[in-house]
Structures are given as C-alpha cells and as structure tokens.
C-alpha cells in the first residue's frame, strides 16, 4: 500500500521559514512527478510547487524566490521530498499536501497533510 506522509508543519510568524518534508512508503516502480499543493480554509486546493524524475522544477507564483523544491537523489525514487519555504507571509497559511504522480494526467497519490499557520 502506498503512503504519502507530510511533516513539518506548525505555527510561525510572518518572515519565518519552515521545512516540509514528504516520506513515501510502499511499493511503486517510477513515479512521474511530486508536487506539493496547498489549501488555504474556504479555497480549493492548489499547487504549490512540482519536481519531474527529470528534476525540473515548478513554482506557483507565490512562492517564487522564497521557496525551494528538493529530493532524494536515489535512482528510480524522488522520494523524500522537502520544501523549503522562507519569509512566510499570512497567505500562505494552509493545510499542505505531498502529492504524487505515475503518469502525467492526474494525482495519483495524496497524503493526509500538514498545517502551516503564519501569524502576522
């Protein structure tokens, strides 16, 4: 059985930085991609930040310049996975998800997530 689980999440004030991490358990051959997705209370889900097998590298806009996509440099595996996230700002409060891909078209793979809170 394949699991997703985040760490990392917690209360921190505005300008602070915080670390997610994402470990993945089970049995897969190759993943396609990871990402992270954020769900800030009252919004739909949306996506934070991505890594191909390749390594390329994907950033919302919000995040650009403040936060950093990393993994595991295993062969056949991207996992774990961080995020590394600076200067907070109060919009980026959220619940934050690892998720993971097998082919390109769709999540296959989510976890339960973490909560990120920051106070201004």
């Known amino acids: 059985q394949v699991q997703l689980v985040e760490s990392g999440g917690g209360l921190v004030q505005a300008g602070g930085s915080l670390r997610l991490s994402c470990a993945f358990s089970?049995?897969?051959?190759?993943?396609?991609?990871m990402a992270w997705y954020r769900q800030a209370p009252g919004k739909q889900r949306e996506l934070v930040a991505s890594?191909?097998?390749?390594?390329?590298?994907?950033?919302?806009d919000a995040g650009k310049g403040r936060f950093t996509l990393s993994r595991s440099d295993a062969k056949r595996t991207m996992y774990p996975m961080y995020l590394q996230m600076n200067s907070l700002k109060p919009a980026c409060t959220g619940v934050y998800f690892c998720?993971?891909?097998?082919?390109?078209?769709?999540?296959?793979?989510w976890g339960r997530g973490t909560q990120v809170t920051v106070s201004s």
């Open positions: 890594i191909t097998n390749a390594g390329t590298t994907y950033y919302a």
């Open positions: 998720a993971a891909q097998e082919g390109l078209a769709y999540v296959d793979y």
């Open positions: 089970g049995s897969i051959n190759r993943l396609n991609s």
